[in-house]
């Protein structure tokens, strides 16, 4: 029949972009959307997955009856399962046991067996999803790891499918890309492509907090990473297929801003998307806020819809139950805890400065660790251990620059940050950063949080 597609395989792309009208009225730039859910496999990963197959066919490592084992966050599982039932390959999926049950579901509808792990783990420890995931493809006779965060088939099906078909539908009439940073395939494929069309073309990556890609970025050094609740953004740890060199700026965004964005694109703009969508139009929003009375076009990609998360981000009982309505959280938040300690000044060293005048400052203040800052933003951590081993290996070199004693072992907030939350960072890290931006608001220590615990009725 003319008109029809052969299988639902070729149904994958040539998804539509609309403008955001009520959200986004209050800024001077125009914002646009690409709905990547309307993909026959509800996501974006519908590209991803047919790239990194038709790769794998070529090369001749996913041979027919073979099967695909991926770890995923849900999106990635079912385009790979989409195409597996047309293809008439078997699907083993491994995901963090974080993802809503519509996205376990879907790939279970599929036929795909699917295998849950703890999210809270090390991304070495066994439990991991993905030291799981290696481990079943030893173990499974004709297995092809389909591996997005390493595989170069991922960001190239952007390259070739997601950016053309945005530059086409534009007419080239773009300047910002805004995306959320999770596997890195999006972002750095469209990034890419863009660039070399318009080279002053700006993009721009969003990321959760708890995820360690926005330290990274702006200190190069990779803090502690801790459990947050928006799902298919954000990383603890840095997949080969992201190209951190292509992004021009970084927005941080929280659960709380992501999820509630989300249902106000759904009940204000009739766009049905899910949580990751709702991070990257936070995060488009906010960089045109900055922008201020500049007028730039930017077009943000939502990955998926809110179908897969009706029993989270759409449940009024969740929500409020893991403080993402407007209701006061009854421990309150960072930005509370702050105001509770004894005012003075933070106590900081600049990078370059003297172990001698770093040690004075530890002893004159009676703190054990100090944040280092360079150029005004957050450099790192310095604690009296360091010096105190440094000061073993070189004795009387007090002379000597901090610099190469510098760390990262602390976690970074941002004044909205739950109070609840503090307690699992604090059991990967020795001191948790406030940042607004890239302004250092204040340190919190273990002994802050037990005293602001201990005043609270």
């Known amino acids: 029949m003319k008109g029809a597609r052969s299988n639902i395989v070729d149904a994958i792309g040539t998804t539509p972009i609309v403008h955001l009208n009520k959200v986004a009225a209050h800024v001077k730039s125009d914002i646009f959307v690409k709905l990547e859910f309307l993909n026959p496999g509800g996501s974006m990963k519908d590209r991803v997955a047919l790239n990194i197959i038709h790769d794998a066919e ?11 084992v ?33 996205k376990i579901a879907t790939l279970r509808a599929f036929g795909a067996k699917v295998v849950i792990c703890p999210t809270a783990v090390e991304p070495e420890d066994p439990r991991s999803y993905y030291e799981v995931t290696k481990r ?9 790891h389909a591996n997005q965060y390493h595989n170069p088939a991922n960001p190239e099906a952007h390259y070739v499918s997601t950016a053309p078909e945005i530059w086409n539908q534009t007419g080239g009439e773009l300047d910002v890309f805004c995306a959320g940073m999770g596997t890195g395939g999006t972002i750095s494929g ?9 080279p002053n073309f700006q993009v721009i990556g969003v990321d959760p907090i708890g995820s360690l890609y926005y330290d990274y970025v702006k200190t190069g050094r990779l803090t502690k990473p801790f459990a947050y609740s928006v799902e298919g953004i954000g990383e603890d740890f840095l997949p080969s297929t992201m190209n951190l060199k292509i992004i021009d700026e970084i927005v941080r965004v929280d ?17 049905f998307c899910g949580g990751s969508s709702g991070a990257a139009v936070a995060g488009a929003i906010r960089y045109a806020e900055k922008l201020g009375d500049v007028h730039k076009n930017i077009l943000v ?31 309150g938040t960072v930005s509370d805890l702050l105001r509770s300690k004894p005012r003075r000044p933070i106590v900081t060293v600049p990078k370059g400065d003297a172990i001698r005048d770093t040690i004075s400052k530890l002893k004159e203040h009676g703190i054990s660790q100090v944040p280092v800052i360079a150029e005004g933003r957050l450099e790192g951590l310095v604690s009296e251990l360091d010096l105190l081993n440094y000061l073993l290996a070189h004795p009387g070199r007090t002379d000597a620059p901090i610099d190469d004693l510098i760390e990262a072992d602390y976690a970074t907030v941002t004044p909205q940050t739950k109070v609840k939350l503090l307690r699992n960072i604090f059991n990967e890290a020795k001191l948790v950063c406030v940042l607004d931006r890239d302004d250092l608001l204040g340190v919190i220590t273990k002994i802050d949080l037990i005293e602001y615990l201990a005043t609270r009725t």
């Open 70 to 102: 991926e770890a995923t966050s849900g999106n990635t599982g079912a385009g790979l399962a989409l195409i597996a039932a047309v293809r008439g390959y078997k699907c083993i999926f491994v995901m963090p046991d974080k993802m809503s049950h519509e």
């Open 136 to 144: 079943i493809v030893a173990e499974t006779p004709g297995a092809f």
């Open 58 to 68: 070529r090369r001749g490592l996913l041979q027919p009856g073979g099967t695909i």
């Open 301 to 331: 990609l939502l990955p998926d819809s809110a179908q897969k998360y009706l029993s989270k981000i759409f449940d009024d009982k969740w929500m409020s139950e893991n403080g993402f309505l407007e209701e006061p959280d009854p421990l």
């Open 255 to 271: 659960d709380k801003e992501c999820f509630l964005m989300t249902r106000a694109l759904v009940r204000e703009e009739g766009i």
């Open 190 to 198: 469209c990034g890419r492509y863009f660039k070399e069309r318009k």
